[in-house]
Every structure is written in C-alpha cells, then in structure tokens.
C-alpha cells in the first residue's frame, strides 16, 4: 500500500462541538475598540456578500456592527449581486495604484510576485506589533505559521481556519434514502461493490438511478479513492502527492481503473443520463420526485431535501453514508481539506504605513477572543446569547425564528470564509442533526467519532491534496500561466468522455492516446515546476 503524507495536516486536533480555539486567544479587550476617526476601504470576493434582504452593506448587521466593534470606519468594497467574484477581482487588480487597503481574495499561488511588485504589504516587520492575536495563533500551529508566508519566509495574508482543522472541509459525500434500504433489506454501503448493489437493486425496485450535480459536486473528489485514486473531473484537483511526489492524478492506473468502473454503470444505465448537466436545483427535484434514491451532495443540499420531502409528509429519509472503500476496505482519497482555506486578506500597498499599522489591528480582532465570538455570532445579547445547558453560544430569537435563507449571515462573517476562524459550534447551529451525521459519516470514514484515528483520517481527506500555502515564484507562476489553463481543459475533457463511454476506458490505444496528448501541455514540465515549489514549501 502506498504511503500518503499528511504535509499539511499536522494539526491533530480533537474535533468537538466546543470552543477549542477561543479559549486559547489573545484578549483584545484593552485594545478594542481603537476609536480611530480614519476610514479603511476592505474588499471581500466571495466571504462577506450582503444577505438578500438588505439593499447594500449599510443596512447589514455585520459590516455596520464591525466597524463598531473594531472601532474604526470600513468602507467596503463588495462584488455587485450576481457579479462573479474572480471576474470582479482581476478587475480591480488591473488597477494597483487604487486597490482597497485590505482585499479578501485568492492570493497565495502568486503572492511572491505581489510582494516583489509592491502591489501588497511585506507584513513581517509589523505582525508581531500590530496583529499579536493573530501572530500568538500562527504560532500555536506550524501549519498555521507555514501557509500564511512564502518560502523566503515573508508574512503577507491573514488566513480562514477552520476550528475543527478540517471537519467541515469533507462537507459533501454519498448520501441515500435511509427507508428504501430499509424496504430492500439492505445494510449501509461500505465497499464500492455494496455502494454498486445499492445502485443496481434500487434501479429494479424503483427505477432509480445514481445521480449528483455535477460541476458543484461530482466532479470534485468523487469515488475514485475506491480504486486507490486522487481526484475526480474539475481542473482545481488535478494535481496530488503521494510519499513526496507530485503527479497528476487523471494519468494513473487507479484512476482509469475509476473511470473504467464508473463507466460501466453508466452505460447500463444506472446512472442519471442528465450528470453532466444537472445542477443542485435539477438535482432537488430528481429526488424528491423519487428519481435517485442514492447520490452525492453537500450537508446543506440533503438538510433542504430533507425539509422538503418532511413539507410534503415524506418525512426525512435522506442521509449520509461513508465513501465507500474498495472491497478489500482500503480508501486513499475523500473529498476534504486541511481546516486552512485558500482565500485570505492582505494589505495593499494603497495604504500608507500608518493605514497598513490600521489594518492590521482591524485584521487582528478576528483572532482575538471578542472578535472570535464576535466573527462566529454577532453581538451577544443581540444575535445570540449562552446556553446554559450547553455552556456554547446559541441564537436568539432574532435569528432562529428568521424564516429567510441563511439568516445567521446577517450578523456574522465567518459562515463562508474570510480573514477570520470558523467555529464548529456555528456549523452545528447551522445545520439539521442528519447533516451533521452525515459530515461525520465523510470526515470519520465511517468509523463513528473516534479521534484516535484522526491520523489515518487526516491522511485520506488531505494528505494527498496539494498544499494551501504554497506560493510560486514570478518565473514560475509566469511559466504555469502558459500551460494550466489548456491542461486542465484537456484533461476534463478527456476524461469526461471516458466517464460517460463516449471514449472506451478499457481500450489501451484509447487510453494511452490520451496520455500522449498530455505533452502538448508540457504535463512533465508543469509536474517538474509544481514539484519544485512543493519542495520548497516542505522547507520553510
């Protein structure tokens, strides 16, 4: 069996439904607030959109309410509703001189190249004065500390972090109609072959077929690590290590093995004939008109399924079940992550150095023990208040009984990502117990809540995964621009044809054709470039 490194994941955390970073956080409270008269304009690309009842940022709680809390005016910069995020982004990067102070964004793959054009803050002479919260936190944790500078050792970005170090990463997975196995007689799928039973006898006695969105959620991390894979069909998850070695994971054995298994199915019509076109809301439907009695999505997808199906006296027959593994019960890969997310904040070089030293106290108080709360829920008394019971935060009937989508965004900043720490507890307010159970489920491997396997664990959902952090240099960021695009492109869709049988999987011309077409790519080359960083990332 190979040996997965788990680079990223050292972080051997206890996840629990408690608070495990807060108690650990700077004070800020003779800090906050700071009582500035300055204004600080911050830009968010995706963490922090206004919630659809509110016209613009004014009128949120949230972005009102911070500004007080911090003490300091914001003025935020948001993508206009419906704008994409990216788009909205390099649009305002074509502009340096007149960037917002802080931006929330993709960074990191080419933050050398920012530091070195002065289009963001060095922050390495300033962090340990000015953002001390912050600093003490990257220091609890040396993956913390690795993924937030480059490899010549510059700090530059305030990360997400994920309080549970990765729980909620695994945020999507196989998922099944818990009465139908129950009619069946049948058990909980746990190797690929029962997960293919599942399938085959809900086809006879229902007519359903194994269905999933798939570009927000089946062409992720799907099945593959079954057959000893990494990765599935969408270019962001082309790329994994194995014991130190960088490769592409749509070029190995394991994974045609996948394609051929998955193609097979297909093509007797096990499988919804619409995959490639189904998104969450066509997906919905299927279900819930008893089209797919198994599947995959996200905690939040079968939450509303759920609802849905219990509105129309079906009650709540949906939920989640552990990726299956091979019949011999190994598993390489899930869909996962290593609890440090891939946006984070930096300060542009618009701000003066008085505005960077104003930045980065605003930017602290995310990691400091009020800001914690303060990100995860709101004001206390307001938003939410202490269960006596639990000794954990819950909300106040202002949120719980708001009937709008999401309501909690209103009034804090933390449930998507940001420049901040996600709380577990919030996810658990979140979402329905069957979705929690079904996160469980994914991230535990089935195992039940048995934290004394979190290493085998940390190995299968992020071990093989490309680091957050790395950062490239200029030649190589320059260089992989040339290449990355067309590669994936190539590489989807190539290996969707394989899926779906519109090119044989089986066949070795077929395949090795494939293969060959990877070098007008320069597949070696972008392999030689990314292990070159990664090595470099390893020695930090």
């Known amino acids: 069996m190979r040996k997965l490194i788990a680079l990223v994941l050292s972080l051997c955390m206890v996840l629990a439904a408690t608070s495990a970073f807060a108690a650990d956080l700077k004070s800020g409270a003779d800090i906050y607030p700071l009582n500035s008269d300055k204004t600080i304009t911050w830009y968010s690309q995706d963490s922090h959109n206004i919630h659809t009842d509110f016209a613009d940022w004014h009128d949120s709680p949230f972005h009102v309410n911070i500004s007080k809390q911090i003490g300091v005016n914001i003025d935020w910069v948001l993508p206009t509703t419906g704008a994409d995020g990216a788009t909205f982004t390099n649009t305002l990067m074509a502009d340096p001189a007149n960037l917002p102070n802080i931006m929330e964004a993709y960074f990191m793959d080419n933050a050398q190249q920012y530091l070195d054009d002065e289009v963001i803050w060095d922050l390495t002479p300033y962090i340990q004065e000015y953002a001390p919260a912050y600093y003490a936190f990257l220091q609890s944790n040396p993956a913390y500390d690795k993924a937030m500078k480059t490899d010549d050792g510059r700090y530059y970005a305030f990360g997400f972090f994920r309080e549970d170090g990765g ?75 194995d014991d130190g070695k960088v490769g592409i994971a749509q070029t190995t054995d394991e994974y045609r093995n996948w394609l051929k298994w998955f193609s097979g199915i297909y093509k007797e019509g096990l499988v919804d004939t619409d995959l490639l076109t189904v998104d969450d809301t066509t997906v919905k439907t299927k279900v819930e008109t008893g089209l797919s009695g198994i599947a995959m999505t996200s905690m939040g997808q079968m939450n509303l399924w759920n609802n849905e199906m219990e509105n129309n006296g079906d009650g709540r027959p949906w939920i989640g079940i552990p990726y299956p593994t091979a019949d011999d019960g190994s598993l390489y890969s899930i869909f996962g992550g290593s609890g440090i997310g891939s946006i984070t904040g930096v300060v542009t070089k618009s701000a003066d150095e008085e505005t960077l030293k104003l930045c980065l106290r605003a930017l602290d108080y995310a990691y400091t023990a009020e800001g914690f709360m303060f990100w995860n829920y709101g004001i206390e008394g ?134 060959n077409g990877l070098n007008q790519y320069h597949a070696d080359r972008v392999v030689e470039l990314r292990q070159n960083c990664y090595d470099r990332y390893l020695s930090r």
């Not at 969105?213 to 290590?241: E, H, K, P, W």
């Not at 089935?446 to 290493?455: F, P």
Request: aromatic letters at 14%; proline letters at 2%.
């Open 167 to 241: 729980w909620n990463d695994s945020y999507q997975g196989p998922v099944v109609r818990q009465d139908w196995l129950e009619e069946c007689g049948l058990e909980i799928p746990k190797t690929i072959s029962e997960f293919e039973n599942v399938i085959r006898v809900f086809k006879e006695k229902y007519d359903a077929v194994f269905t999933a969105a798939f570009s927000v959620r089946f062409s992720q991390m799907g099945l593959s690590g079954a057959f000893g894979g990494y990765g599935n069909l969408n270019s962001g998850y082309l790329f994994y290590v």
């Open 382 to 515: 307001e938003s939410w208040e202490m269960d006596e019971t639990t000794g954990l935060p819950k909300w106040t009937a202002l949120v719980a009984d708001d009937k709008s989508s999401d309501p909690m965004i209103k009034y804090n900043g933390t449930t998507w990502s940001g420049s901040c720490i996600q709380a577990t507890n919030l996810l658990y307010l979140k979402n329905s117990q069957a979705s929690i159970d079904a996160d469980d489920a994914w991230f535990y491997l089935g195992m039940g809540r048995d934290t004394t396997e979190l290493d085998k664990v940390q190995e299968i959902t992020s071990g093989h995964k490309w680091p957050t952090g790395v950062t490239f240099t200029t030649e190589e960021a320059d260089e992989l621009d040339l290449y990355t695009a067309n590669l994936g492109t190539y590489i989807v869709e190539q290996c969707t044809n394989f899926l779906v049988g519109n090119t044989d999987a089986n066949d070795d011309a077929a395949w090795n054709n494939y293969l």
